[in-house]
């Protein structure tokens, strides 16, 4: 774990493995690394804007369990972001299969049911 760590915030102490990538691949790697940290933090300003500027749902406490749920998805993309890229980098380096990810899917279906979420609060104040 405490190795992991020390590759995503150090690189340069690893023993390098394997031949250099193409720096088109490997800055290909660090766009897709970009596009998560954005991810992560439209998540986590959707969870702030949820905590903010949603009124009082129905149900209750719903409104700060859709803000906290946005905050710790948000989080969790981003640690995923940097992992990923980390085995990302080490495969192509070792000329191995890219690590295969559920990720991308288990994420789609948190903000899919969250969006359910949110429009199940927003029928009830509607018509509750």
């Known amino acids: 774990m405490f190795r992991a760590l020390t590759q995503w915030f150090d690189p340069e102490k690893q023993p390098t493995v ?3 990538p193409d720096y088109r691949f490997s800055l290909a790697n ?3 690394f970009l596009a998560w940290i954005r991810t992560g933090l439209a998540l986590i300003a959707g969870g ?3 905590a903010q500027f949603l009124p009082s749902l129905s149900i209750h406490h719903l409104r700060e369990i859709i803000a906290i749920g946005l905050l710790v998805l948000g989080g969790v993309v981003a640690l995923r972001a940097v992992d990923h890229w980390a085995r990302t980098e080490r495969a192509m380096r070792l000329g191995q299969e890219l690590p295969p990810s559920k990720f991308p899917a288990i994420l ?3 903000v ?3 969006a359910v979420l949110l429009v199940i609060a927003v029928l009830l104040r509607a018509f509750g």
Request: aromatic share 0%.
């Open 48 to 50: 702030m804007a949820c």
């Open 18 to 20: 394997g031949r250099t």
């Open 112 to 114: 899919g049911a969250g």
């Open 108 to 110: 789609a279906l948190a």
């Open 30 to 32: 660090e766009r897709t």
